[in-house]
DNA sequence: TTCTCTACGTCAACGTCGTTGACATAGCCT
DNA sequence: AGGCTATGTCAACGACGTTGACGTAGAGAA
């Protein structure tokens, strides 16, 4: 039996697991996201996940092909989260810097799913109502359609990119992502002034610096640029 | 005996394996590279990287704490192929850009190995070395060391961000990439001009453009406001 | 109410994985 | 020439995703 998976809409019995529990797709996502809120994302395993509904692990196999079938669910149920309940002020820098760290926001939340999800282009409802809000935001600004695009497409995949990045590290296993927090301070901070001068200068500014997300101050710089050539072919900031 | 590596240096003794390889962290290295780029990320596993080496899987050991280990050794190759014979032209944007651009390529060259290995900070000798080379281009340009390390920060993780999105797409099994750029044609260029207008009235430059790779607009935009950053604090762009 | 059908929870097993303790041998150093 | 030990090998552990087989209990029909 290679597919073992009943539609949800098909589902009429619901019968509950030897510790009670009345299993649905709803049910598996929100314990499969709350396993990686509480234990860190390497948690989320079958049987982990199995003893967390008091269930069975494989009884998670009659509702999803396989773990991946499961993480996209899940990634799904992000992008609906990241946009919800948004409304455009008018100011369309304003408005682009939110809908960034609204993404990134979502996505830093379940990091598991982010890493999964980040680099798919699904051209679902919820993407395309992005971009759609996105593209708007920016041609009514006075953005030329060419010019639109392009930061658009920088736009959007700098927030990809960005949170997949930082997604990933909080998605490693415990150790690595230790190790990497760890290199800043250990190896950056103690290389020899005479071999490599300029992170010697400037070590403690990067150990600080690195600790945070890079990306609130790459979008200002994104943002920044967009404005100056908005400038250039006569557009304004407000608009 | 809870580690069996002895630090490269240090080495002396050089024992074939039973099929008569020797080995060295580097070959280790450059198989764990080849098995990537042939048989996908997912063949990176410790038996069948052994299998490929002609030894034993548990002889990686000596050479590697785990897989994670060999993982930032991987990582850190890429870098350094990256930054093979660079060399600062003192015009620090066309340096930036330079190192930005090879960064993405030598990603770009082996997509599923950037997929594991973009988002790991290594602390090894490239890594360092590339760190080194960015902030000296910054500091020397005249970047007062807070701003320097800050857009350091942007623009390290903007390229690896991209790097791994765009990664992703070439590592993609070849029916989801082709799915995956088909959506641009096939959902986007024939949506609604009543529901999707934005979309609806740059169709066309949208299909073109997603074709391609943000990143070298993102990069320019970034280098736009850095400079008018140093502008602002009274640095010039020849420097 | 009773009967039937089958959805779905459970169990056990397979082959895989990373990792480690124990062992043996062969290369380097004195 | 001889000893030390680095390093390759082997076997085993526990955890993983996944699947075939089984039985029971819930729903719908009569």
Redesign the pocket.
Known sequence: ??D?V?PEPE?????????GIV?TAELIVDTALRLIGQHGADAL????LGAALG?????V??YFH???DLLLAVADELIGRAQHAWQPTGDWRADLRAIGLRIHAAYQAHPQAALLAAHRTTGRTHEAAAVEAILGVLRTAGFPDLEAVRVYHAFVDQSLGFAALDAAALALPAPAAAADRQVWQASYARLDAATHPHIAATADLLTTDMRRSGYPYALDLLLDAAEARLRAVGGKREG
Chains 1, 2 share one sequence.
């Open positions: 039996m290679t073992r009943v589902r009429r019995r619901r019968r509950p697991t030897k510790r299993l395993t079958v049987r982990r269930a069975d692990p494989s009884a196999y009659r396989s773990t991946d």
